[in-house]
C-alpha cells in the first residue's frame, strides 16, 4: 500500500531469470538500503520483500528493481 506505515512489502514478478537487486533510496538519491543484493531469481515467480522504515523519517523513497538490462523505480511514501 502507499502511503504504508511502518511496513510494506514490495512484491514483483520477473520476465526473464537472473541477477537481480531490490534497492531502496531517500528523496537525495542516497541509497538507504538493499533489500536484494545481486541474486538470481526465477523469472514467472511471485517474489516479495518486506521494507521495514519504522527506523527512518517520514518522507518519499524510491525503490528500484533491476534484473538482467531491466529496472523499475517506483514512489513510495512513508509516513509517521
Not at 528523496?27 to 514467472?44: P, S, T, V
Not at 518486506?50 to 514512489?75: N, T, V
Amino acid at each position: 500500500p502507499n502511503p504504508f506505515n511502518p511496513k510494506t512489502m514490495i512484491s514483483f514478478t520477473l520476465e526473464d531469470a537472473g541477477l537481480t537487486t531490490l534497492t531502496i533510496y531517500n528523496a537525495l538519491g542516497q541509497e538507504i538500503m538493499k533489500l536484494i543484493d545481486n541474486e538470481y531469481l526465477e523469472a514467472g515467480e511471485y517474489h516479495s520483500r518486506e521494507f521495514d522504515a519504522s527506523r527512518l523519517p517520514s518522507g518519499m523513497y524510491i525503490s528500484r528493481l533491476q534484473s538482467g538490462s531491466k529496472a523499475q523505480m517506483k514512489k513510495m511514501i512513508f509516513t509517521k
